[in-house]
């Protein structure tokens, strides 16, 4: 016990006498928790469209202006031809392009004064797909103004009578765990969980690969100081930074600037981050006993969290994932933490919803700090 504290006492000396890496502990997860929730958001907007008004009549400027007031779209061009509307996209000045064909107000509504009695009018829409979700949300959101703007159309020509003939579905919808809908809700608790992963992974890995290159790591060896006692100094530390750093992200960054307030048990948040922690650490230390430089460390540990980041359900969901890529999210801890805190900041889950997490989170704890124990070479 008095080596584990002996040990301890020289990690925490030999980290904070780092000024270089405290800032990199503390201040730039902080940062990155302010900045990258602003970045990160899945509603597009300012979408360039070019239109191409053939008709000129008040049908489609009442269309134009639907669309421009939707929020959503910025009028890039207006008025002239297809072709020089095209040229438009080729030239990345505009997204989309929405051509209203010459007597579209004619043909939309009859003579009667009755709307929809003909086979209706065609819009023609060219969409740059060079970014398929800009695409995809883009043309979206225009099909969805455009068939407002048609309802809005029947309505004010149908004639009473027959308008009362046609049954209509009301749909009320009632928004769970994110009321607003407000994504930073969303963003903010998977990022903090990746920047509690990337200080386990890559301090602890770098940690001791610099014993190595320094050559005290050598003078450590030929102590009687055991595995488990070396593997538990270079990891306790930095399981207490990962704890501060949680905290205030989650309270002086989540609480304070984005207005997160957990709706679960913070005894069942914590518990489950000091396991998860071990596990990452774990992760890092692995990584530590197969490399000889910071270089090497850094690369495998950059090459693990690309992995993590890109198919840990942050930005894209596990579910919509092709069944090969499904198959390796269920084996990064990232994922299972970034689920956890879903549940437990924004639904109010209990243990009971995840105690199939715990079970795996624990599974992982043991087995990345049982390899890097055993994979750790001691000449004594």
């Not at 020089?84 to 009859?110: C, H, S, T, V």
């Not at 979700?133 to 004639?159: C, F, H, P, T």
């Not at 949680?246 to 309270?251: A, C, D, Q």
Request: a neutral charge; one cysteine or more; hydrophobic letters at 50%.
């Amino acid at each position: 016990m008095r080596t584990l504290k002996f040990l301890l006492q020289k990690e925490f000396k030999q980290i904070f006498r780092n000024r270089a890496l405290l800032p990199l502990l503390f201040v730039v997860p902080i940062m990155q928790l302010l900045i990258l929730p602003l970045a990160a958001d899945y509603e597009v907007k300012n979408i360039n469209i070019t239109i191409v008004d053939h008709d000129h009549s008040s049908y489609s400027h009442k269309l134009i202006s639907k669309i421009t007031a939707s929020g959503y779209f910025k009028l890039a061009n207006y008025g002239i031809g297809f072709n020089e509307a095209f040229d438009d996209i080729e030239k990345d000045r505009a997204d989309l392009i929405l051509e209203i064909p010459q007597g579209f107000e004619r043909n939309l509504i009859r003579e009667d004064g009755v709307a929809g009695q003909t086979d209706g009018e065609q819009l023609y829409v060219a969409v740059n797909a060079i970014n398929g979700v800009k695409a995809n949300l883009g043309s979206a959101y225009l099909n969805r103004i455009i068939a407002d703007y048609n309802v809005d159309v029947r309505m004010e020509w149908a004639q009473m009578p027959r308008f009362n003939l046609f049954p209509t579905i009301e749909i009320a919808s009632s928004n769970w765990f994110n009321p607003t809908m407000n994504y930073r809700f969303y963003m903010v608790p998977g990022i903090l969980a990746l920047l509690v992963t990337m200080i386990g992974a890559y301090m602890c890995a770098l940690n001791i690969v610099k014993e190595k290159e320094v050559g005290t790591i050598e003078q450590i060896n030929v102590t009687p100081i055991k595995k488990h006692q070396f593997i538990l100094g270079k990891l306790l530390p930095f399981w207490f930074i990962g704890i501060v750093v949680f905290t205030v992200g989650l309270f002086g960054v989540g609480w304070l600037v984005y207005g997160i307030i957990p709706l679960g048990n913070l005894f069942l948040l914590y518990t489950y981050l000091g396991v998860y922690l071990i596990a990452v650490l774990g992760l890092g230390l692995l990584i530590s006993t197969y490399t000889e430089t910071q270089q090497q460390a850094m690369s495998i540990a950059f090459f693990f969290m690309m992995v993590f980041i890109l198919m840990s359900g942050l930005f894209t969901p596990i579910d919509g994932m092709p069944k090969w890529a499904y198959v390796i999210t269920q084996f990064s801890p990232v994922t299972y933490f970034i689920e956890v805190m879903r549940m437990i900041v924004l639904k109010g889950s209990e243990f009971v919803n995840i105690k199939i997490h715990f079970l795996i989170m624990m599974g992982f704890a043991v087995l990345l700090n049982g390899w890097a124990i055993y994979n750790y070479k001691k000449t004594n």
